[in-house]
């Protein structure tokens, strides 16, 4: 038996939304999803900046998914920018990945100068997941597209 989603559209269906609108007739540029990427970025670098983050404590492991979420909405961004400008999927899926694994290395690193923050291997690791399970989203979407054409 299928349970409800707790969300108003299933996660697929919000990806197919975005990704459809994103592509529309130059509505958004990839300029734009570039300069969203940047400002995102700096969103995180704001926040890695800060001594402590008041998050309220709900579930274990919530740090860890609050990384994914995080870098999952970067990988979006990057490859909503990138689209239109890497010739192949599979290559803008390397670049997606090796772009969200590396801002995350440097991120961890940047937290280590921070009073009161530490680099964490593990936050790197969901930092790439969630990169990981957005990007292999989008690629399988793509791939789909690309057979019923």
Same mark, same amino acid.
Do not use: N
């Given at each position: 038996?299928?349970?409800?989603? =707790? *969300? =108003?559209? =299933?996660?697929? !269906?919000?990806?197919?939304?975005?990704?459809?609108?994103?592509?529309?007739?130059?509505?958004?540029?990839?300029? #734009?999803?570039?300069?969203? @990427?940047? $400002?995102? $970025? &700096?969103?995180?670098?704001? %926040?890695?900046? !800060?001594?402590?983050? +008041?998050?309220?404590?709900?579930?274990?492991?919530?740090?860890?998914?609050?990384?994914? %979420? #995080?870098?999952? @909405?970067?990988?979006?961004?990057?490859?909503? #920018?990138?689209?239109?400008?890497?010739? /192949?999927? +599979?290559?803008?899926?390397?670049?997606?990945?090796?772009? $969200? +694994?590396?801002?995350? #290395?440097?991120?961890?690193?940047?937290?280590?100068?921070? +009073? &009161?923050?530490?680099?964490?291997?593990?936050? *790197?690791?969901?930092?790439?997941? &969630?990169?990981?399970?957005? /990007?292999?989203? %989008?690629?399988?979407?793509? !791939?789909? @597209?690309?057979? !019923?054409?």
């Amino acid at each position: 038996m299928m349970t409800a989603s =707790p *969300w =108003p559209l =299933p996660l697929p !269906r919000v990806l197919e939304i975005l990704h459809r609108d994103a592509a529309l007739e130059g509505r958004y540029s990839r300029a #734009a999803w570039a300069l969203l @990427l940047i $400002c995102y $970025c &700096g969103l995180i670098f704001y %926040l890695s900046d !800060r001594s402590m983050v +008041a998050v309220p404590d709900l579930f274990s492991w919530q740090d860890k998914f609050i990384h994914a %979420l #995080a870098y999952a @909405l970067m990988a979006f961004f990057f490859w909503s #920018a990138a689209v239109g400008a890497i010739s /192949t999927h +599979a290559k803008l899926a390397l670049l997606t990945l090796l772009f $969200c +694994a590396i801002y995350g #290395a440097t991120d961890e690193w940047h937290q280590s100068f921070i +009073a &009161g923050r530490d680099a964490s291997l593990f936050d *790197w690791l969901a930092d790439i997941t &969630g990169a990981l399970l957005l /990007t292999a989203a %989008l690629w399988k979407r793509e !791939r789909g @597209l690309l057979e !019923r054409e």
